[in-house]
């Protein structure tokens, strides 16, 4: 299983921008996504996720209301929206797929990471 995340790079504050993931050998449509995001010093932090099957989703509060998470089923792909962008947001975002459906933003219940896309919001 490999996935691939992809879509950063250097947005100004408030502007929006999409990361994609993309999968081989795994089918998000049955399995929870999620994304993460690691700045300088701090630990990883999920920040949106969403469910395999019935596609519920949950965000952590400091992108709720600015980031939307989604499925492509058809393209087998997974999409985060990121919206009214600050220099807060700005991390390496990781996606990562779980063998099981169920939300969680817990890291360790990931089992398949991408390699992180960087992405700079600043002036």
């Known amino acids: 299983v490999q996935l691939q995340a992809s879509g950063g790079g250097l947005v100004q504050p408030g502007g929006s921008l999409r990361l994609s993931c993309a999968a081989s050998?795994?089918?998000?449509?049955?399995?929870?996504t999620a994304w993460f995001r690691q700045a300088p010093g701090q630990e990883r932090e999920g920040v949106a996720c969403i469910s395999g099957g019935t596609d519920r989703t949950n965000y952590a509060p400091s992108v709720e209301g600015r980031f939307t998470i989604s499925r492509e089923d058809a393209k087998n792909m997974v999409f985060l929206q990121m919206n009214n962008l600050s220099p807060e947001d700005t991390a390496v975002y990781y996606c990562?797929?779980?063998?099981?459906?169920?939300?969680?933003?817990?890291?360790?219940?990931?089992?398949?990471w991408g390699q992180g896309t960087q992405f700079t919001v600043s002036s």
């Open positions: 990562a797929a779980r063998a099981s459906p169920l939300l969680t933003t817990t890291p360790i219940s990931y089992d398949y």
């Open positions: 050998k795994f089918t998000f449509r049955y399995y929870a």
